[in-house]
């Protein structure tokens, strides 16, 4: 874990280097923050879809009858699960390359 940290700690030294107005600030933290925030979101959906996927199969396992009716809400959930990951992406990329706080 401090190997990870440190390596965030010197990209962010990279990142931050040279010029400091606020431009180029603001720019740099948008940066940091879609790599972040698409990361935590990418996370948080695989272990929701795992979740997912895992009670599916245990419930296709206990009562075989249903498996298409729960294949069925498994892949709406799935669905609505990727969705949120996709909202990340967009407003990752509108911080990069519409960025509302650059004047």
């Given amino acids: 874990m401090k190997k990870f940290f440190l390596l965030f700690l010197a990209l962010g030294a990279v990142a931050f280097a040279g010029e400091a107005d ?17 990361g935590l979101a990418a996370l948080g959906g695989a ?11 245990a419930g296709t396992a206990r009562n075989p009858g249903l498996g298409a009716k729960l294949m069925t809400t498994m892949f709406i959930a799935l669905a609505m699960i990727e969705a949120q990951v996709i909202y990340t992406l967009v407003i990752a990329l509108i911080a990069l390359y519409a960025n509302p706080f650059i004047g």
Wanted: net charge neutral; hydrophobic share 50%; glycine share 18%.
């Fill in 22 to 38: 606020g431009e180029s600030m603001i720019k740099a933290y948008s940066v940091v923050a879609a790599g972040v925030g698409l």
């Fill in 47 to 57: 272990i929701g879809m795992g979740h997912t996927t895992a009670a599916t199969i």
